[in-house]
């Protein structure tokens, strides 16, 4: 197989022997000269690998080394060309995060997956949830809140219980950690177009962190969230396997 390939892969045994195997089977023509990417390793390694090659927006084919490894694929050396040729494209956009500290810091970040606000101490936090300019909740105490893009919505947002998203919905989830009050508030269903503000509330004595994918900023006072769609970067899945058909297929699991 001749192919312009790039390889990369997280920092386990398993997946660097795969790398040097895989370098030594197929060549390694570099990130500038590739055409496409090849991620070892597991979801997480798969969302560094989308933030390391922004600026190249190349497709990227994960294999996967690690836990649950939603987004990756199964790692085998046998016919991978024939896989990348048959592979199934699925494009995500980012959650643009601007985040203001107690100290007056401004900070940027993207996020694949979701960002989410968690508290820092023992005391629940207090977040005012602003959409389009409109308050929508005066006071949410919880443990946190998310919001979440489809790519992310098995993710986190599921394990707190928000709603999975199809792949191609133009759809984020809201979704509260642990609320306390209101009680009855499950989340919400956003347009991707939603401009969301968090203000905290007593933020001095209940300190919050904002996270974006993983990068985490402590002590926030507001944090501002809208899906950036200048931005797009292609996820190759094996035929059969795309990234549409295993969220739709986590919907009837039990």
């Not at 790692?75 to 995060?97: F, K, N, S």
């Amino acid at each position: 197989m001749t192919r312009s390939l790039h390889f990369v892969a997280s920092d386990s045994p398993d997946a660097q022997a795969a790398l040097s195997s895989l370098r030594t089977r197929f060549g390694d023509v570099g990130p500038e000269r590739a055409k496409t990417i090849i991620a070892l390793g597991g979801d997480g390694f798969m969302l560094q690998t989308l933030h390391s090659f922004l600026d190249a927006s190349k497709p990227i084919y994960g294999m996967n080394f690690g836990s649950i490894g939603f987004l990756m694929n199964e790692y085998r050396e046998e016919g991978l060309g024939e896989r990348l040729d048959a592979a199934e494209m699925a494009r995500v956009h980012p959650l643009r995060m601007r985040a203001r500290t107690r100290g007056g810091q401004m900070s940027e970040a993207l996020a694949f997956n979701e960002v989410s606000l968690l508290r820092q101490t023992r005391q629940a936090a207090k977040i005012r949830i602003v959409v389009d300019d409109k308050v929508r909740i005066a006071e949410l105490i919880c443990d946190g809140i998310l919001i979440s893009t489809p790519t992310g919505s098995t993710a986190y947002n599921l394990s707190a219980h928000g709603p999975i998203l199809p792949i191609d919905a133009d759809l984020l989830a809201l979704t509260p950690i642990s609320a306390y009050r209101p009680r009855r508030w499950h989340g919400a269903l956003l347009s991707h177009r939603a401009r969301t503000r968090f203000e905290i509330l007593e933020a001095d004595k209940r300190p919050v962190s904002a996270v974006a994918d993983d990068l985490e900023i402590r002590d926030v006072r507001s944090v501002d969230i809208a899906e950036d769609r200048s931005i797009s970067m292609t996820m190759l899945f094996d035929e059969g396997r795309s990234l549409h058909e295993r969220i739709l297929a986590e919907q009837f699991i039990d």
